[in-house]
C-alpha cells in the first residue's frame, strides 16, 4: 500500500547541479527511481557518469514505463561564461526544465574572520550564490512562459543561523535565503513553486571539503551522533517536487534528532 502519491514526478525532468556526489547524487538516484528523467550537472564528467548509470539501474529496478533519460553535462556553475549558452547544451527532448535543484555548493575552511583566504570567499561566494543566482535566472523566464516550474534551493542551518568559523559559508547560505525568499514572493501570482531545503549535519563529502581533505576532523563533527544521510535529504527534495501543484513547502528544515541548532548537539558518551 502506498500511503503517499508520488505518480506527479513520472516524466518529469529535472535538472540537478553538484550531482556527482553527496546530496545532488542522492537526489538524482530518487528522482529517478520515482519515473523522471534526470539532467545530472557538476564540475567532474566522470564522477557524474557514475551516478548517472546508477540512475538508470534504480529506472530500471522500480519497472516504470516514464521518465529513464539520464544525461551528464559538465558545468562549472560559479563560471559565468559557461552559464551563456547552456540551455543548448542540453538535450532539445529534455529542455523544457519541470523542477530545478540548485544544490551545488560548498565550504572550504573552518578559519575565522582576520584569517580568512579571500580565494576561499570568491569560491564559496561564486559557486553557492552567484551560480545558484545564474542558473535560476537562467530557467524561471522559461518557468514564467510555460506557467510552470519549480526551483528547489539547497539552504543550509547555515543560512537560518551563523556560527563561529562559518563566517564566509553563513553567509553564502544567509544570501541564498534572502534570495529564495524573494523568488518567493515575485511569484506569488504563478503557478511556479519555491522550496527550499535547509539542511542540518548531513554526512558527505561536503565535510570532508571543509576540513580539506582531512577524514578525522571530518569524521569528528558526527562522532557520538547518527548524522543525516544524503538520501534523507533526497527524500525531502523529491517529497516537495511530488506534491499537490496547489502545496508549495516553502521551506523544508531537517536536523538530526540529536542536533538541535547549528552548535547545540547531544553526543553519546563513549562506552
Ligand atoms: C551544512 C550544515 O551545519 O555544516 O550546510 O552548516 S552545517
Known amino acids: 500500500m502506498t500511503v503517499f502519491n508520488a505518480s506527479r514526478l513520472l516524466g518529469k525532468t529535472v535538472l540537478i547541479t553538484g550531482a556527482s556526489s553527496g546530496i545532488g547524487a ?31 539501474a ?16 559538465q558545468i562549472d556553475v560559479s563560471d559565468r561564461s559557461q552559464i551563456n549558452g547552456f540551455l543548448e547544451r542540453i538535450p532539445v527532448d529534455l529542455r523544457e526544465i519541470d523542477i530545478l535543484v540548485n544544490n551545488a555548493g560548498y565550504v572550504v575552511g573552518v578559519d575565522k574572520v582576520g584569517d580568512l583566504s579571500l580565494d576561499n570567499m570568491e569560491g564559496m561566494f ?3 550564490v552567484f551560480g545558484l543566482i545564474a542558473l535560476t535566472q537562467l ?18 542551518i547555515a543560512g ?5 568559523g562559518g563566517s564566509i559559508y553563513c553567509a553564502t547560505k544567509h544570501a541564498v535565503n534572502a534570495f529564495t525568499g524573494s523568488l518567493m514572493r515575485e511569484l506569488v501570482d504563478t503557478p511556479i513553486r519555491v522550496t527550499e531545503i535547509q539542511p542540518g549535519m548531513v554526512e558527505t563529502e561536503f565535510s570532508v571539503i571543509r576540513f580539506k581533505g582531512d577524514q578525522s576532523a571530518a569524521d569528528k563533527v558526527y562522532e557520538g551522533l547518527q548524522p543525516l544521510m544524503a538520501e534523507d535529504i533526497a527524500e525531502e527534495i523529491v517529497w516537495a517536487a ?5 502545496v508549495n513547502l516553502a ?7 540529536n542536533q ?8 553519546a558518551p563513549k562506552l
Not at 537560518?160 to 563561529?164: F, K, P, Q, S, T
Not at 511530488?242 to 496547489?246: F, G, V
Open 26 to 56: 542522492a537526489t538524482a538516484v530518487l528522482f529517478a527511481k520515482g519515473g523522471s528523467n534526470v539532467i545530472l550537472t557538476a564540475r567532474r564528467a566522470d564522477a557524474l557518469q557514475k551516478v548517472a548509470d546508477q540512475c538508470t
Open 260 to 267: 538541535a541548532s547549528a552548535t547545540l548537539n547531544y553526543r
Open 139 to 156: 530557467f524561471i523566464k522559461e518557468f514564467k512562459k510555460r506557467k510552470t516550474g519549480h526551483v528547489i534551493n539547497l539552504g543550509s
Open 160 to 164: 537560518r543561523e551563523a556560527y563561529a
Open 242 to 246: 511530488s506534491r499537490p501543484p496547489h
Open 58 to 73: 534504480a529506472h530500471k529496478e522500480a519497472g516504470l514505463q516514464h521518465g529513464g533519460k539520464f544525461v551528464t553535462i
Open 126 to 128: 561564486a559557486t553557492n
Open 251 to 257: 521551506e523544508v528544515f531537517v536536523l538530526p534528532v
